[in-house]
């Protein structure tokens, strides 16, 4: 989940203030600083290339009023092309919403890939479904509602699940992304891909204490924090902070 930038000076001009509340009403999901450079990377390499039934669901999506938390364009196409890149088959996403990050997977899976798919709000799932099984993809999705940690626990009994994704996307409660990182990293394969979305929080992790930020954004700025240092200090994985949407830092899993 993500929102706009925040001001990170109480000196910040009226421009920039104008800019903040375009971007509110946009969804804009980028940390560059200007409308004009993030439009033109829509525009030129994204919009252009995006399937039609994601520009069908990312416009479903823009008019639900929670509309903030979905993944931004520019992130479901980089998404699509990395598990291409990992030739990624059996995957795992915490955190689904509409499904747009969903779909962006599903697409890029071969036809006998698989997602099992989390999220304790099946009604916000359903709202993109039809745009999935459209698509010809809802095949590839084991849709599971409810809290994800007991499910992770389970499959952690289970010996054969240890090592067994390729890929495992997180746009889930920020409070809880170390418990995931604790669980998954044990059921992602040696060489296999966690990628945890909203590590820069909207710019949140820079901001001084006074900043004037919203409740939300102030009370998961901590374990967003926290999170990025026990990635950084963890020995078992490789990792790249990428400032792309709400930024996504890639864990690669080498021991």
């Excluded at 033109?40 to 290339?49: A, D, H, K, Q």
């Excluded at 009994?157 to 604790?182: C, P, T």
């Excluded at 992790?205 to 006074?210: E, I, K, L, R, T």
């Amino acid at each position: 989940m993500a929102s706009t930038n925040v001001q990170n000076g109480a000196d910040a001009s009226k421009d920039s203030t104008k800019q903040v509340s375009r971007h509110q009403e946009v969804g804009h999901k980028s940390l560059l600083q200007s409308d004009a450079l993030y439009q033109y990377i829509l525009e030129t390499s994204v919009y252009p290339r995006e399937p039609e039934s994601m520009r069908e669901l990312r416009e479903i999506t823009a008019k639900h009023p929670w509309n903030l938390m979905t993944t931004s364009a520019d992130e479901g196409q980089f998404l699509n092309l990395l598990l291409k890149l990992i030739n990624a088959k059996n995957t795992m996403e915490i955190g689904v919403y509409t499904g747009y990050s969903l779909l962006s997977t599903a697409l890029a899976l071969p036809d006998d890939g698989k997602i099992i798919a989390m999220d304790i709000n099946r009604e916000n799932y359903e709202l993109g479904l039809p745009v999935i099984q459209k698509a010809g993809v809802a095949h590839k999705i084991d849709f599971r509602e409810g809290p994800a940690l007991p499910v992770l626990d389970q499959m952690l009994e289970n010996k054969e699940m240890h090592g067994s994704f390729d890929f495992i996307f997180v746009d889930a409660d920020k409070d809880n992304y170390l418990n995931y990182h604790k669980r998954l990293i044990d059921l992602v394969k040696i060489g296999g891909v966690i990628g945890y979305d909203n590590t820069l929080w909207n710019g949140s992790v820079v901001a001084p204490p006074d900043a004037p930020l919203r409740k939300y954004v102030r009370y998961y700025r901590d374990f967003v924090i926290e999170l990025n240092k026990a990635l950084a200090a963890d020995p078992r994985i490789e990792i790249s902070q990428i400032p792309v949407g709400d930024g996504i830092t890639l864990c690669r899993r080498v021991s």
